[in-house]
């Protein structure tokens, strides 16, 4: 390959994507990256109302070729319904991203199984019905990309998130069970393992206290992330234009952690 044609090995012309929960935040973000690189884009998210939302936000970007659809996708009559939606009214899914995910912050003991159950649902079990519902067209197709939004979460445990923590552990090894069993297909499988990133499903960890002071979680953050702020969804664009794209033709079940030096770190010295 000469070296003027490298930047080609990043562009996704005429690739079509489905990004879950793409509405706002992380989700978001990857949609308008992968659609930057020439993606055409579906996404999905829990409502029509949501979905109209969305789209407003789409086009304050200048992004209006984008399709939404009012999915559950831990459902999988629905989701088995999106792809075929998808597939009819804009093209076959080449990259898919399982992005949609929940968070219940209650201490384990405290904590309903229903609550438990429908938190892995969304985080994991969701992932697998999309995965099994895109895969088979993929393999016809003779090429597939799945990215898998992890979190550094599948590698530590904090105090109340048992159930996402091991939803997110799960994520992890599905991914690499994903690479396993369809790499010889010319499938890949990754994931992106966002640290904390400042989203609405973060926000309640990032609130003001009342005497106007930083929240101590949002503090610890800070102090445990060697770039010493919180990630943006924008800093998730381009490992997901990469791990969407042929660049990484030859990265197969690995977790790329998006998390400003975290997990590299064992906190600040005393
Ligand atoms: P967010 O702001 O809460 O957005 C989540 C999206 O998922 C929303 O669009 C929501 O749809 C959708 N969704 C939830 N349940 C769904 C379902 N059953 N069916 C379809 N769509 C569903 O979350 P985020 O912070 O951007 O996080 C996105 C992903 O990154 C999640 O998997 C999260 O676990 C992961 N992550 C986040 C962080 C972080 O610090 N923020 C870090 C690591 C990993 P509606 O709009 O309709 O509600
Ligand atoms: C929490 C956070 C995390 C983040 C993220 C970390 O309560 O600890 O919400 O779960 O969302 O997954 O990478």
């Not at 989700?27 to 949501?50: E, N, P, V, Y």
């Not at 939803?167 to 393992?193: H, P, R, S, V, Y």
């Amino acid at each position: 390959m000469k070296s003027s044609e490298v930047m080609n090995l990043f562009s996704l012309e005429g690739k079509t994507a489905l990004v879950t929960g793409a509405c706002y935040g992380i989700g978001f973000a990857i949609a308008t990256a992968l659609h930057g690189a020439g993606a055409k884009i579906a996404f999905c998210a829990t409502s029509d109302a949501s979905v109209e939302k969305a789209l407003k936000a789409y086009e304050a970007e200048g992004i209006t070729d984008v399709k939404g659809y009012a999915c559950d996708v831990t459902d999988e009559a629905q989701v088995r319904g999106l792809i075929a939606d998808v597939e009819r009214d804009v093209a076959p899914i080449d990259i898919l991203v399982n992005n949609a995910g929940i968070i219940k912050r209650i201490p384990m003991c405290d904590m309903a199984v229903e609550d438990f159950r429908r938190v892995v649902d969304v985080d994991l079990v969701a992932p697998y019905i999309v995965s099994k519902a895109v895969l088979p067209g993929m393999i016809e197709r003779g090429h597939g990309k799945i990215i898998n939004v992890c979190s550094i979460l599948s590698e530590l445990g904090r105090e109340t998130v048992a159930a996402y923590t091991a939803a997110k552990g799960g994520l992890k090894l599905l991914t690499q069970n994903i690479c396993a069993e369809f790499g010889g297909k010319n499938i890949q499988c990754n994931g992106i393992g966002p640290g904390y990133i400042a989203t609405q499903q973060t926000a309640p960890l990032r609130e003001r206290q009342s005497d106007g002071s930083r929240h101590p979680f949002d503090q610890f953050i800070v102090g445990r992330t060697p770039a010493g702020r919180w990630g943006e969804a924008e800093d998730l664009m381009g490992p997901a234009v990469f791990l969407a794209s042929d660049a990484s033709n030859f990265v197969n079940g690995h977790i790329l952690y998006v998390d400003g030096g975290v997990l590299a770190y064992i906190g600040r010295q005393p």
